[in-house]
């Protein structure tokens, strides 16, 4: 199965300043089929991007995702007080479907 | 307003059974192949099951193979989970999933199953 490993582990930012997430494959993934999950506490996951750089509806455009191949991020612009949260990427390039282990974007 | 609601959670002893159920609403149901996601307490996201829009194929990670069944009901809107030899590792947090272009666009508030003696 394919090994997603995303960096850094935790993020310390204050609002509107700008965060850059990596999601590292262990190999290529098919047609660059990654997608980036937002999760709060008590939550379900949120789809953000999918298929690597296309936002999912109601995203607003400060998230955005780029990277082909392995290696792959997400970006968001100017951090909001709502963006404060945990991120994780999947891949579903290749069966079986497998997530990143998640990255903390935490309040500085 | 697309509507995805787990129910069925609940504490189970090692060896035990479990059914959780989805009811579905907001969208056509039998157009969408469907998954359930867990999450273990405090850890990551890990992809359970599939199941294709007419319900006649479904997928499964290999931990769970010969252990879980997934089935749908489309005229109901009802996605199902039959867990069956549980475990301590299965211990989480179940979300009901649409799948979209190959990743998962709706979930559900998620039903916690807990597999403990």
């Known amino acids: 199965e394919i090994l997603l490993t995303q960096s850094p582990g935790t993020l310390s930012l204050s609002p509107g300043e700008r965060a850059t997430l990596s999601c590292r494959a262990s190999?290529?993934?098919?047609?660059?089929?990654l997608a980036w999950f937002q999760q709060k506490p008590g939550q379900a996951p949120r789809l953000l991007i999918y298929?690597?750089?296309s936002r999912a509806t109601g995203i607003p455009d400060r998230f955005s995702g780029s990277g082909s191949g392995a290696d792959f991020t997400l970006t968001i612009s100017r951090l909001e007080p709502e963006d404060f949260a945990v991120y994780y990427c999947?891949?579903?390039?290749?069966?079986?479907?497998?997530f990143g282990q998640g990255a903390r974007v935490e309040i500085k | 307003e697309v509507e995805l609601v787990e129910s069925g959670g609940n504490l189970v002893q090692p060896g035990g059974s479990l059914r959780l159920s989805c009811a579905v609403s907001?969208?056509?149901?039998?157009?969408?192949?469907m998954s359930w996601v867990r999450q273990a307490p405090g850890r990551g996201l890990e992809w359970v099951a599939n199941?294709?829009?007419?319900?006649?194929?479904?997928n499964y990670v290999d931990s769970v193979k010969g252990r879980f069944t997934i089935s749908r009901d489309n005229g109901k809107n009802s996605l199902s989970l039959q867990m069956n030899s549980l475990r301590a590792d299965d211990t989480a947090v179940y979300y009901c999933?649409?799948?979209?272009?190959?990743?998962?666009?709706?979930w559900g508030q998620g039903t916690l199953v807990t597999v403990s003696s």
């Open positions: 190999q290529s993934i098919n047609n660059n089929y």
């Open positions: 199941i294709k829009h007419d319900g006649r194929e479904t």
């Open positions: 999947q891949q579903y390039g290749k069966s079986p479907r497998t």
């Open positions: 907001g969208f056509t149901f039998g157009n969408f192949w």
């Open positions: 298929a690597a750089s």
């Open positions: 999933t649409r799948d979209y272009r190959g990743t998962f666009d709706y």
